[in-house]
């Protein structure tokens, strides 16, 4: 079992959201903001900290944030890559003081990632970075990461990763929803943070879950967890009861 507190959730929010038309996480649903219903989520389970990894649409997914009564401070990449260039590995950070405050106990970030053209893998890294770079890294044990896009993530869901033992042996558990997608979210035991690093485009952790069953525990998750591709997806979500919506088939990205 993984104790809250010492779970950072990264959640990922640096795409431009092009199928979408621009502007997606700052799209409301359910009279917030796109992006605050994971970060919300996140802070709902007692999570320690939250990283939202910015790129495309930065200054206004924070201002958003803030709007929403979220108090968000701004951490910088220790090395951050050239613009459009994933050069940078996830664990060149040493601890430090950086970025975040408190939102009833939980520390709430965000950071740019330059390199967010180059695809998720690359605002992976970027969160980790934040998180090992923080003066409070070294107190950290795993991290959960949470897509942008996707506002029906459920405390359950995050509850049920957290009740699963991961360690340097299965250091990866990932909840696997019932009516099928990709499988998010995703939690990361610190001694497997480095596997980041071979990460590649805009799979993320999937690719590496796929061909590693062994360092995998999976998590059976009943219902779904969409995510908001197109205005329509958005739309559809907005039409349905909460309960139905976690129902709906899961086309995300892990």
């Known amino acids: 079992m993984t ?17 979408f038309g621009g502007r997606k996480l700052v799209a409301p649903l359910d ?13 709902d389970c007692g999570i320690g900290r939250v990283v939202v990894v910015t790129g495309s649409d930065g200054d206004e997914v924070e201002a958003a944030l803030r ?7 701004a951490i ?5 890559p050239t613009a459009g260039a994933d050069t940078a590995p996830a664990m060149s950070a040493e601890p430090r003081g950086s970025g975040g405050v408190s939102h009833g106990g939980a520390r709430v970030g965000a950071i740019r990632n330059e390199a967010w053209p180059t695809g ?18 070294a ?35 990932v909840a696997v929803h019932g009516t099928g ?21 805009d799979r993320g952790f999937g690719p590496l879950i796929a061909a590693r069953p062994e360092l995998v525990t999976s998590v059976d998750v009943a219902g ?31």
């Open 3 to 19: 104790e809250a507190a010492r779970v950072v959730a990264i959640v990922l929010a640096a795409g431009a959201g092009s199928r």
């Open 31 to 43: 009279g917030r903001p796109l992006i605050a219903h994971p970060v919300r989520t996140a802070l």
């Open 67 to 73: 709007m929403d009564g979220v108090p968000v401070d």
């Open 76 to 80: 910088v990449d220790p090395i951050a």
């Open 120 to 137: 998720l893998a690359s605002s992976v890294r970027c969160g980790l970075r934040a998180t090992v770079a923080d003066d409070a890294g």
């Open 139 to 173: 107190g950290i044990e795993s991290v959960l990461l949470l897509l942008g896009d996707q506002p029906r993530v459920r405390t359950e869901t995050i509850a049920l990763l957290l009740a699963v033992e991961v360690d340097a042996a299965r250091p990866i558990a």
């Open 181 to 201: 997608g990709t499988p998010n979210p995703v939690l990361v035991h610190r001694s497997a943070w480095r596997l980041a690093d071979d990460l590649v485009g």
């Open 224 to 254: 779904g967890n969409p995510d908001v591709d197109t205005r329509d997806d958005l739309d559809r979500l907005a039409a349905e009861p909460t309960g139905k919506a976690h129902d709906a088939a899961d086309a995300g990205r892990t």
